[in-house]
């Protein structure tokens, strides 16, 4: 409602259409974007990869150029990231996710060596880290490595609500949800599906790539195939239905390298704000409507290589993370953005 309030950018839709390439007219819908704040970016070519936002706010971030699982406060004016843990053996981290019932204090986080757009066969592992609030910042105690053997990717990380031990994670190139036992140590393959896959995709390898659990669904969006899912699990992570498809790249081109979805969370109305390569950050409501929210080609500050979006502890505003610009010489690298959704009290 309040997004029709806003003044709508004629120049901005056709941005976007141009964004989304070929997007058919009007089925985007002609909103104007929200405007979006830069927390921090990297004044090197650090790939960022995923984020999470801590109870005290600041938000951990996880990066392609180490081990080391890092902080940033978005609460003071020009943060600067800061150390929270190394992990060691890894030299890049991707999913990340909090373990229920532990009071904000427990995180698994999912890592190895780094090549690319993949890992090292046999690298990854999931780490299991205690975060608190020590000076004024996270610090972190890691507290279990668990190794995954036969994978090449641990992609999108999500706990399972109603189980504290268990966490799923996506192997984007085995088109497969890999579930972890945090306290066993116990892994194996929860399920694949075609689905999960990238479909065939020649130009992107990535199935299966962010997931997040509410109810008794897994959501995931598939960065290959161009689409945006959920499948009903059971407490151990089970697949107990089919594949729902609840939407799909806007336009008519076929998912590439710069134009994918990415990893996503929800807001507290329930809608889901996923990444769009390589400007955009999409919302798709709980019917499947969806729109451009944020970014856009063109916008200011320009997202750039959008990865992964978390929503903030009360749920009304979203932090965005990108990659930066790995084709521009010399390479820039990845942000930390801040967008109010400004929904209504009552959603
Ligand atoms: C990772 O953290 C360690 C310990 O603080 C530090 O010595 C190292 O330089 C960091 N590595 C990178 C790439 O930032
Ligand atoms: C990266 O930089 C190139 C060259 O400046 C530009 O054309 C492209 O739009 C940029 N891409 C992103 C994702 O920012
Ligand atoms: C977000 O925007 C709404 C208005 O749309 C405003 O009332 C609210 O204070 C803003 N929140 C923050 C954290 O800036």
Redesign the pocket.
């Given at each position: 409602m309040l997004l029709r309030l806003l003044v709508p950018s004629f120049a901005r839709v056709l941005l976007w259409a141009s964004a989304a390439q070929s997007a058919e007219c009007g089925s985007i819908g002609s909103r104007a974007t929200l405007p979006a704040t830069q927390i921090f970016k990297y004044p090197d070519d650090t790939f960022l990869e995923n984020l999470h936002v801590l109870p005290s706010g600041h938000v951990l971030l996880t990066t392609f150029k180490s081990g080391n699982l890092t902080s940033i406060n978005p609460g003071v004016t020009n943060p600067t990231p800061q150390h929270v843990v190394t992990l060691d053996g890894a030299t890049g981290l991707s999913g990340i996710t909090e373990i229920p019932s532990t009071a904000g204090t427990l995180y698994a986080v999912t890592g190895g060596i780094h090549t690319g757009f993949s890992f090292q066969y046999g690298s990854l592992s999931v780490y299991v880290v205690l975060i608190v609030q020590l000076n004024g910042k996270p610090c972190g105690l890691l507290v279990n490595k668990i190794p995954y053997p036969d994978t090449a990717m641990m992609n999108g990380l999500a706990a399972i609500p109603n189980n504290p031990t268990l966490v799923l994670s996506a192997d984007s190139l085995g088109g497969r949800v890999l579930r972890i036992n945090i306290l066993t140590r116990q892994v194996d393959v929860a399920f694949s599906d075609p689905a999960l896959g990238n479909g065939g995709n020649p130009t992107m390898p990535l199935g299966i790539n962010g997931l997040k659990i509410k109810g008794n669904y897994l959501y995931f969006t598939n960065s290959g195939r161009g689409t945006y899912a959920r499948v009903q699990i059971d407490n151990f992570g089970n697949k107990v239905g089919p594949v729902q498809v609840l939407a799909t790249l806007p336009g008519s081109a076929p998912a590439s390298m710069?134009y994918a979805y990415d990893d996503f969370d929800f807001d507290r109305c329930g809608n889901a704000h996923i990444s769009l390569?390589?400007?955009d950050v999409v919302r798709v409501t709980a019917s499947g409507a969806q729109s451009l929210i944020a970014g856009g080609?063109g916008a200011s500050p320009?997202f750039?290589?959008p990865t992964a979006v978390a929503a903030s502890r009360d749920g009304n505003s979203i932090f965005v993370a990108t990659g930066?610009?790995y084709?521009?010489?010399p390479p820039?690298g990845g942000q930390v953005l801040k967008v109010n959704l400004s929904l209504p009290s009552k959603c």
């Open positions: 710069t390569h390589d400007y080609l320009l750039e290589s930066g610009n084709t521009a010489t820039t």
